[in-house]
């Protein structure tokens, strides 16, 4: 006999010794056919699937703000949230197994009587077709059909209309209910039942009904919920037919009644009651995001991109999907609601949603790199635009953080900064004197308007920056040659691995390809001609801020899974990139751009002079401007946040913001971390050592 024969034979001879107990059971008493062996047929509860011993109920998982009580969105392929027996109301309880399985507590997982009643209906009421399935019975059932790990193929066998599927249930039935309560399973069931309405389980079907938790339905509530079990997909009321609900009520009711739980009086009172629904759907995905605070979806997109990069939740990008959409986890993330609105309401007061440009901007916590804004002037919506307007007013393209289509935009003399890491690192001082001329010819070959002879011959924007300059003068009032002369000082490449190291990510391909293949030529990186995005800058900046600790830039404050067990994903992750000193020296040289002064008194003139003063406590930061003023950029920090925003027109970068605009981005930063900072102390940056301020002589400039 062969071994693919044997399951064969063994499901005739359980079929047979099923059909043999069906006829006894419809003249012996149950406790006699069970004598008889019929709980023999149970499976040994150790061989049973591991999805029905330890079932993986898929679950939404909820993104909160970092209150742990703004819910954002929510991400499921079935709304579902497991709830405890003891939160779901006890006529719930009553009612589903009036609908389901009026003899629940009292057989063992298979009816007997009811299988002897639907064998004898069946084989004499024609085409209308009675089920015996147990709650028991119907649970395995579920638990087989919806678990994720199964095939198409396998999720059909779990339904298919058979002997051999009935006999598995009975086997897998019988196993459980040796082992589990009946409060167990009952719990089980009502977490998995589908009720119709997209509805997945008690506490999913309770607020899409009835926007009420489980503990609160009322009898005609709980009757309704438990009738639609039977035909979820047909007698739903919101979708379906509301008369068809209203007599699955009716019936389950009537049941409660003949089983003597209910009052015939009470029956006739719940069964008056009108539907009385009050429909909520959970939202799903970052476009579900409540219209009142849509300007959270940016960030909530950018969490989506974040997760599906980490390898915690799965090997592939699908993989990390469906884990998000069924695991069930509580995510509070790093938003702040209060700055997030701030952040967008000062954006919008320098462009409105209908306008072309765009300002995103960006708000990180220095030491953690918690993000707490990503702010722009946009609608986060699939909705259509005007034609001719790719990214306004709707878009769902990441215009804050980059990512997908968008590569970012140029930042200008933002950049600078990381000139003035690398020469201090290489161990120039603050104090390193260069004579700037109005234009300077290098040794980096370029062709184009920027061609002196073949090599690349930037200018200054005005007379006002030529003439002798130290770091702490050239970096506040953006003296471009002198920060040319330090690049061929230092050499370009080590430029470009300061701005990776600060976390500049270059998403642009032909970017990329020079940072690879021809960062030593690369000159003009120094003046920000490359794409980069608010985030990635507002996290460089922060690095000064953390002394030289730079941390990659997190959605999370914290991650629970369905069991309540925290996950590590998305934890700060800091390392030291700079030397102590060597940051503090960065952050000494970035309060002359905003009207600050450095601890040296090295400051004398900036370009955002302004911001000091409205901010009213240290502050250090940096503008900047690409060609022809295309695009205009400022970053702000103070040792507990730095704030980025970039002026751009994202559907075309040759359409120029104007420098005019400047301006208004100062005094709009200026407010978002005048509010962003209310509640906290005044800190000061500490100064640099004479190490990196001075040269090895000690002579000061002016002295």
């Known amino acids: 006999m062969t071994r693919a024969f044997l399951p064969k034979v063994f499901t005739v001879l359980l079929a047979g010794a099923l059909a043999g107990l069906v006829l006894a059971a419809a003249a012996l008493p149950a406790a006699l056919v069970f004598g008889f062996g019929f709980s023999a047929l149970a499976a040994p509860y150790a061989e049973l699937p591991s999805t029905l011993r330890m079932p ?58 009811g299988i002897a009643r639907a064998f004898t209906a069946n084989r004499h009421g024609g085409a209308t077709r009675q089920g015996a399935s147990t709650l028991t019975m119907q649970y395995v059932r579920n638990v087989l059909s919806t678990d994720p790990r199964l095939t198409e193929a396998q999720r059909a066998a779990a339904t298919e209309v058979s002997t051999a599927r009935k006999l598995r249930e009975i086997r897998y039935a019988l196993a459980l209910e040796r082992e589990l309560s009946k409060d167990q399973i009952l719990t089980r069931y009502l977490n998995i039942a ?59 009711l009537d049941r409660m009644v003949e089983s003597g ?19 909520s759907e959970t939202p799903n995905d970052c476009t579900a995001v409540p219209e009142g605070h849509n300007d959270q979806g940016f960030f909530c997109d950018w969490f989506t991109r974040w997760w599906n990069e980490q390898p915690a939740f799965g090997g592939s990008v699908d993989e990390r999907q469906r884990t998000l959409r069924r695991g069930g986890f509580t995510i509070v993330s790093s938003l702040d609601p209060s700055v997030q609105r701030a952040a967008t309401e000062q954006v919008r007061r ?41 990214n306004y007013p709707n878009t769902v393209n990441q215009l804050v953080a980059g990512g997908g289509s968008i590569v ?76 040319v002369w330090l690049t061929e000082r230092v050499g370009a490449d080590r430029v470009v691995e300061m701005a990776e190291r600060l976390g500049i990510v270059l998403r642009a391909e032909d970017d990329a390809q020079l940072a690879r293949h021809g960062a030593r030529e690369w000159g003009p990186f120094t003046l920000g001609v490359v794409a980069t995005t608010p985030l990635d800058l507002a996290g460089a900046y922060a690095t000064l801020a953390a002394e030289g600790t730079w941390c990659a830039p997190t959605p999370i404050t914290s991650i629970t899974d369905a069991n309540g067990r925290r996950v590590t994903a998305g934890q700060p992750d800091c390392r030291q990139v700079l030397d ?24 004398a003139g900036g370009t955002a002079t302004r911001l000091r003063s409205q901010l009213g406590r240290p502050v250090g930061g ?32 040759r359409d120029a913001v104007g420098r005019a605009v400047q301006t208004e981005m100062v005094e709009s930063v200026g407010e978002i971390l005048d509010f962003a900072l209310r509640d906290q102390p005044v800190r000061d940056f500490v100064p640099p050592s004479d190490r990196t301020a001075w040269r090895a002589t000690g002579q000061r400039t002016g002295e």
């Not at 899409?208 to 079990?229: C, W």
């Not at 009052?263 to 009385?276: F, G, H, M, Y």
Request: net charge negative; with cysteine.
């Open 56 to 113: 993986p109920t898929a679950q939404r998982s909820n993104l909160y703000a970092n209150d742990g009580t703004t819910l954002i969105t929510s991400f499921y392929q079935e709304d579902r949230v497991d709830v405890p027996l003891g939160e779901v109301a006890p006529v719930m309880r009553q009612t589903i197994i009036a609908a389901e399985d009026a003899r629940f507590h009292e057989h063992n997982g298979v009816d007997l009587r």
């Open 194 to 252: 589908y009720f119709g309405a997209g509805a997945y389980g008690i506490a999913a079907a309770s607020k899409r009904y009835f926007s009420i938790s489980p503990a609160e339905l009322t009898l005609a509530q709980a009757a309704l919920l438990a009738g639609l079990v039977r035909s979820p997909h047909t007698d739903d009321p919101i979708s379906g037919d509301a008369d068809r609900a209203l007599a699955r009520r009716g019936y389950v």
């Open 261 to 279: 739980q209910l009052a015939p009086d009470l029956a006739v009172k719940a069964q008056a009651e009108p539907l009385n629904l009050r429909p």
């Open 350 to 390: 320098v462009y409105s949603v209908d306008d072309r440009y765009a300002m995103p901007t960006a708000v990180i916590q220095p030491g953690t790199g918690r993000v707490l804004a990503l702010a722009v002037n946009r609608v986060y919506s699939v909705a259509a635009n005007p034609p001719g307007q790719k």
């Open 408 to 483: 970012g935009y140029q930042a200008g003399s933002t950049f600078k900064l990381f000139t003035l890491l690398a020469a201090l690192e290489a161990g120039m001082p603050l104090n390193t004197v260069f004579d700037a001329p109005r234009r300077i010819v290098t040794g980096y070959r370029v062709s184009g308007e920027a061609s002196c002879g073949g090599y690349w011959c930037p200018e200054n924007a005005n007379s006002l920056t030529t003439g002798e300059q130290d770091m702490w003068t050239a970096f506040g009032r953006s003296v471009n040659t002198y920060f």
């Open 580 to 603: 102590v000193d060597v940051a503090r020296a960065g952050a000494d040289a970035a309060r002359c751009p905003v009207g600050d002064q450095s601890m040296y008194h090295a400051c």
């Open 622 to 653: 940096k503008t900047g401007s690409s060609e022809r003023y295309a695009t205009e950029t400022l970053v702000a920090f103070t040792p507990q946040l730095a704030v980025a925003a970039i002026a751009a027109n994202p559907d075309d970068p």
